[in-house]
């Protein structure tokens, strides 16, 4: 697909909506609901995404929509996708529809990881997305087990004892493939051609698809709005992010650094990991960049690299 | 038309053989539920109704009450008939959604099993859940037996899925006492229930792609308060469609429903008013009241939600005192909720009856006759007393204090 071609696939997700400029998941949503070929359904956890596009009587969406809560976007989209087996079954329907989950990493990580698993373990035909911005920035930029270690947030302020979040973030991408599911992914806004042939992938298998997407989010990253792309870019780029997919149980790499930038080149663009850049913490900016080897190195392995 | 009343079959069922026939009967185009203690034995039931393909169902085992009802909204909402069923922790972990869809006017039909709330952990009846859920938008119709168990959940389905309603429904039978119990159940045949709750016709499916909407957007201070108010609305509008519904059923069933049934209330002088299955029990004690010349009577509600305060107030008008049994504290120091309904609509009735509670019954503790007739006995003792008005006078009734 090349990218005069994709523009002119017609935009299910219209403009207009209320995200901040430089907003990353408008890029996400736009790019995925491009490479679904059928009609789509989507379903939504509350969220960014959910409260900038549906600000009654207002709607950025083309297609059906449903919001019911925060952490049960999973669940409510596997209730849809049962309705369709059903009267498909059943005569009343025809047509081939496409069901989407979107869930924000908060959503998804954290609050809705029960939902999510069950309804990936059930076996439904849905494609699961979590935009993921690494903090719950609808409330105000609070970590969630997807914020990077060390990161500046509410609920982690960088203080004169504690440097921002403590932890790593966990590799949910690995445990959504640990649920043997036919697809999972990994991949971001930055590389639009890697997630459009992933999306293509995860509507195309016969069961349930999970794709984790990096969508920047400005306001929490402290980045500026031109820089939405090239921050997401900059995950990619010093392996915090890598980009891989795991299919039938089949580990790949999509897209390798040709040499990886430093972990701290990537947090330098951002306000989020300023406080990591006094000599106090040089330390811990140490410890970032073994834990991101190591995590690369055993992906490596485990793609057979 | 006269429709003919249809041939019935009378069955031995508990109350949740009763709640899985009818379901079969209603054949639901999708069932997500989880298994509870009382209501385990529906999901059980249903499930094999699925393996030996004797219903239409998708049913999706979830993985919790919470998305037991998350899915049973997005299924509803994309255009199929859905249904759930839930007990006690298993409704209290489906709180938040409960209100989503009553808020989206996601008519769903629900069996719910009454059973205690922890803390303490206990298995059996109180009706604690359900008065949890009274204030969530939903409708709720309590059951005696499993008769009207049975006959309540196909009613049900006519009162939510009606265009003036569009709310979800609440069934309670009393845990282990009628989901347990066994007893005489007549059916109508699968026919007739089809017949009666017809197509399922959601006037905003997801899966009618091409005419998309966005359901549960955000609304904020410029239109969420119209949406709440035209949803007390349809709680209003509810009250003519449940007893046009009663009306129909009763003409293909025989048995005839109202939002309560009043018992042998016509000269008394003092009466209780009571939920579920106590009601049994009670009106053994008030024909042995009646035959002793005691004028009293008994008022059992069937409808809670919407409340029918001004139909129970003229049905209560001109007695001189009332007990009102609750199977639920408020822990509010003004008693249990049934009372607090109670007492409000007797605010605008005639003289004005004496009115105290009894809470009983926590926990599954028995109530027995003996219990009861103490009760009529404090009743008939408030007809000498002068108004008080000051605090209510709430007794728990069979405890050791
Ligand atoms: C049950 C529940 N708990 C908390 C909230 C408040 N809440 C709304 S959105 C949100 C964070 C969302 O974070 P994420 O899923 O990462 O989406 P983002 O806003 O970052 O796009 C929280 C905590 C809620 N709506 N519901
Ligand atoms: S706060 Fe972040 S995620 Fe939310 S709309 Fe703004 S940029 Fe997007
Ligand atoms: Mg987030």
Same mark, same amino acid.
């Given at each position: 697909?090349?990218?005069?071609?994709l523009?002119?696939?017609?935009?299910?997700?219209?403009?207009?909506?209320r995200?901040?400029?430089?907003?990353?998941?408008?890029?996400?949503?736009?790019?995925?609901?491009?490479?679904?070929?059928?009609?789509?359904?989507?379903?939504?956890?509350?969220?960014?995404?959910?409260?900038?596009?549906?600000?009654?009587?207002?709607?950025?969406?083309?297609?059906?929509?449903?919001?019911?809560a925060?952490e049960?976007?999973?669940?409510?989209?596997?209730?849809?996708?049962?309705?369709?087996?059903?009267?498909?079954?059943q005569?009343?329907?025809q047509?081939?529809?496409?069901?989407?989950?979107?869930?924000?990493?908060?959503?998804?990580?954290?609050i809705?990881?029960q939902?999510?698993?069950?309804?990936?373990?059930?076996?439904?035909?849905?494609?699961?997305v979590?935009?993921?911005?690494?903090?719950?920035?609808?409330?105000?930029?609070?970590?969630?087990?997807?914020?990077?270690?060390?990161?500046?947030?509410?609920?982690?302020?960088?203080?004169?004892?504690?440097?921002?979040?403590?932890?790593?973030p966990?590799?949910?991408?690995?445990?959504?493939?640990?649920?043997?599911?036919?697809?999972?992914?990994?991949a971001?806004?930055?590389?639009?051609?890697?997630?459009?042939?992933?999306?293509?992938?995860a509507?195309?298998?016969d069961g349930?698809a999970?794709?984790?997407?990096?969508?920047?989010?400005?306001?929490?990253?402290?980045?500026?709005?031109?820089d939405?792309?090239?921050?997401a870019?900059?995950a990619?780029?010093?392996?915090?992010?890598?980009?891989?997919?795991?299919e039938?149980?089949?580990?790949?790499?999509?897209?390798?650094?040709?040499?990886p930038?430093?972990v701290?080149?990537?947090?330098?663009?951002?306000?989020?990991?300023?406080?990591?850049?006094?000599?106090?913490?040089?330390?811990?900016?140490?410890?970032?960049?073994?834990?991101?080897?190591?995590?690369?190195?055993?992906?490596?392995?485990?793609?057979?690299? | 038309?006269?429709?003919?009343?249809?041939?019935?079959?009378?069955?031995?069922?508990?109350?949740?053989?009763?709640?899985?026939?009818?379901l079969?009967?209603?054949?639901?185009?999708?069932?997500a539920?989880?298994?509870?203690?009382?209501?385990?034995?529906?999901?059980?039931?249903f499930?094999?109704?699925?393996s030996?393909?004797?219903?239409?169902?998708?049913?999706?085992?979830?993985?919790?009450?919470?998305?037991?009802?998350?899915?049973?909204?997005?299924?509803?909402?994309?255009?199929?008939?859905?249904?759930?069923?839930?007990?006690?922790?298993?409704?209290?972990?489906?709180?938040?959604?409960?209100?989503?869809?009553?808020?989206?006017?996601?008519?769903?039909?629900m069996?719910?099993?009454?059973?205690?709330?922890?803390?303490?952990?206990?298995?059996?009846?109180?009706?604690?859940?359900?008065?949890?859920?009274?204030d969530?938008?939903?409708l709720?119709?309590?059951?005696?037996? /499993?008769?009207?168990?049975? #006959?309540? *959940?196909? &009613? @049900?389905?006519r009162?939510?899925?009606?265009?003036? !309603?569009?709310l979800?429904?609440?069934?309670?039978?009393?845990?282990?006492?009628?989901?347990?119990?066994?007893?005489?159940?007549?059916?109508?045949p699968d026919?007739?229930?089809?017949?009666?709750?017809?197509e399922?016709?959601?006037?905003?499916?997801?899966?009618?792609?091409?005419?998309?909407?966005?359901?549960?957007?955000?609304?904020?201070?410029?239109?969420?308060?119209?949406?709440?108010?035209e949803?007390?609305?349809?709680?209003?509008?509810?009250k003519?469609?449940?007893?046009?519904?009663?009306?129909?059923y009763?003409?293909?069933?025989?048995?005839?429903?109202?939002?309560?049934?009043?018992?042998?209330?016509?000269?008394?002088?003092?009466?209780?008013?009571?939920?579920?299955?106590?009601?049994?029990? /009670?009106?053994?004690?008030? #024909?042995? *009241?009646? &035959? @002793?010349?005691?004028?009293?009577?008994?008022?059992? !509600?069937?409808?809670?939600?919407?409340?029918?305060?001004?139909?129970?107030?003229?049905?209560?008008?001109?007695?001189?005192?009332v007990?009102?049994?609750?199977?639920?504290?408020t822990?509010?120091?003004?008693?249990?909720?049934?009372?607090?309904?109670?007492k409000?609509?007797?605010?605008?009735?005639?003289?004005?009856?004496?009115?105290?509670?009894?809470?009983?019954?926590?926990?599954?503790?028995?109530?027995?006759?003996?219990?009861?007739?103490?009760?009529?006995?404090?009743?008939?003792?408030?007809?000498?007393?002068?108004?008080?008005?000051v605090?209510?006078?709430?007794?728990?009734?069979?405890?050791?204090?």
């Open positions: 697909m090349a990218l005069p071609d523009a002119k696939k017609p935009q299910r997700f219209t403009g207009g909506h995200a901040c400029a430089g907003c990353g998941f408008p890029i996400t949503i736009k790019i995925i609901l491009q490479a679904a070929e059928n009609p789509v359904v989507v379903g939504c956890a509350t969220g960014c995404m959910e409260v900038t596009s549906t600000i009654y009587p207002y709607t950025a969406w083309r297609c059906s929509f449903i919001h019911t925060f049960n976007a999973a669940a409510t989209v596997s209730g849809i996708e049962a309705a369709y087996r059903s009267l498909r079954r005569g009343k329907i047509q081939d529809i496409d069901f989407i989950a979107f869930g924000g990493d908060g959503g998804t990580y954290d809705g990881l939902s999510l698993s069950g309804a990936m373990e059930r076996g439904h035909k849905l494609v699961y979590c935009y993921n911005n690494q903090g719950y920035m609808n409330t105000g930029i609070q970590r969630s087990s997807a914020t990077p270690r060390g990161a500046n947030t509410t609920t982690t302020p960088a203080g004169t004892q504690l440097p921002g979040k403590p932890q790593h966990k590799d949910l991408t690995a445990i959504m493939a640990a649920h043997d599911i036919p697809y999972a992914a990994q971001s806004m930055s590389h639009w051609n890697d997630l459009y042939r992933k999306a293509k992938k509507f195309a298998v349930p999970f794709l984790n997407v990096l969508s920047t989010c400005r306001l929490g990253w402290a980045t500026a709005p031109e939405t792309v090239d921050a870019e900059g990619v780029q010093c392996n915090v992010w890598p980009l891989y997919e795991v039938q149980g089949k580990w790949k790499l999509t897209f390798k650094p040709k040499k930038l430093p701290a080149d990537w947090m330098k663009q951002q306000g989020r990991f300023k406080h990591l850049f006094r000599a106090d913490n040089s330390q811990l900016l140490e410890s970032i960049q073994q834990q991101v080897d190591e995590n690369w190195q055993r992906l490596l392995e485990r793609c057979g690299e | 038309m006269a429709i003919a009343i249809a041939t019935q079959k009378t069955a031995a069922l508990t109350g949740n053989e009763a709640a899985a026939q009818a079969r009967q209603i054949n639901p185009d999708v069932v539920a989880y298994p509870i203690t009382p209501q385990t034995e529906i999901v059980q039931l499930s094999t109704f699925v030996d393909g004797l219903v239409k169902t998708e049913f999706v085992a979830v993985e919790s009450e919470h998305s037991a009802m998350s899915a049973t909204v997005g299924a509803a909402a994309a255009g199929a008939r859905a249904m759930t069923a839930t007990s006690s922790q298993g409704l209290a972990l489906m709180w938040e959604m409960l209100y989503v869809a009553a808020g989206m006017r996601i008519p769903i039909v069996p719910m099993v009454n059973r205690a709330l922890s803390s303490p952990i206990n298995i059996h009846c109180d009706h604690s859940d359900s008065m949890g859920a009274r969530s938008g939903w709720q119709i309590y059951s005696e037996n /499993a008769q009207e168990m049975y #006959d309540n *959940l196909i &009613q @049900a389905v009162i939510a899925e009606h265009p003036d !309603v569009l979800p429904v609440m069934v309670t039978m009393d845990g282990f006492i009628i989901s347990h119990g066994m007893e005489n159940v007549e059916l109508l026919q007739a229930v089809q017949d009666f709750v017809g399922y016709n959601f006037p905003y499916p997801l899966l009618d792609v091409e005419h998309p909407r966005t359901l549960g957007p955000l609304t904020l201070q410029d239109f969420y308060f119209e949406h709440k108010r949803q007390a609305e349809a709680v209003y509008r509810a003519e469609v449940i007893l046009a519904a009663a009306e129909e009763a003409a293909i069933s025989g048995r005839r429903y109202g939002f309560f049934e009043a018992y042998r209330m016509d000269d008394a002088e003092y009466a209780v008013v009571v939920l579920g299955s106590t009601a049994g029990t /009670a009106k053994y004690v008030v #024909d042995g *009241l009646r &035959q @002793a010349g005691e004028k009293c009577g008994l008022v059992k !509600v069937r409808v809670f939600r919407p409340f029918p305060g001004p139909e129970l107030c003229e049905a209560l008008s001109g007695l001189k005192a007990g009102i049994m609750d199977r639920a504290d822990f509010s120091t003004q008693g249990g909720p049934l009372f607090l309904e109670v409000a609509a007797l605010y605008h009735a005639a003289g004005q009856p004496q009115c105290m509670n009894f809470v009983y019954g926590l926990g599954g503790r028995d109530i027995d006759p003996e219990l009861i007739r103490q009760a009529f006995v404090e009743v008939k003792d408030l007809m000498k007393k002068p108004a008080d008005g605090l209510p006078i709430v007794r728990y009734l069979g405890v050791r204090e």
